[in-house]
């Protein structure tokens, strides 16, 4: 996907809304239980909204943050979109 990890995490704890840490082995522990379905809509949606180019559907993105806001960047197609920051949602 080639995001931050603290984007991934803070997306996942906000989604779910719970609490979580990364651990030594970058390993993501979250207070609660989730069973693999859960998970997989989360990882769907986070890949919807942070990853996936709406354009082309490529998923050869970027995400820079640009005056203050995050901005989806296709490197395939070169399309651009604003994107909510995944804490707010």
Same mark, same amino acid.
């Given at each position: 996907m080639h995001r931050e990890p603290d984007h991934v995490?803070?997306?996942?704890?906000?989604?779910?809304k719970r609490v979580g840490f990364v651990n030594?082995?970058?390993m993501l522990s979250i207070e609660?239980?989730?069973?693999?379905q859960n998970f997989e809509l989360i990882l769907?949606?986070?890949?919807n909204e942070y990853v996936r !180019? *709406?354009?082309?559907?490529?998923f050869d993105t970027i995400l820079p943050m640009e005056n203050g806001s995050f901005t989806?960047?296709?490197?395939?197609?070169?399309?651009?979109?604003s994107v909510a920051d995944? !804490? *707010?949602?």
């Open positions: 995490k803070n997306f996942i704890l906000g989604f779910v030594d082995q970058n609660g239980r989730f069973g693999p769907r949606t986070y890949i !180019c *709406n354009e082309c559907d490529g989806l960047r296709c490197q395939q197609c070169g399309s651009e979109r995944c !804490c *707010n949602i």
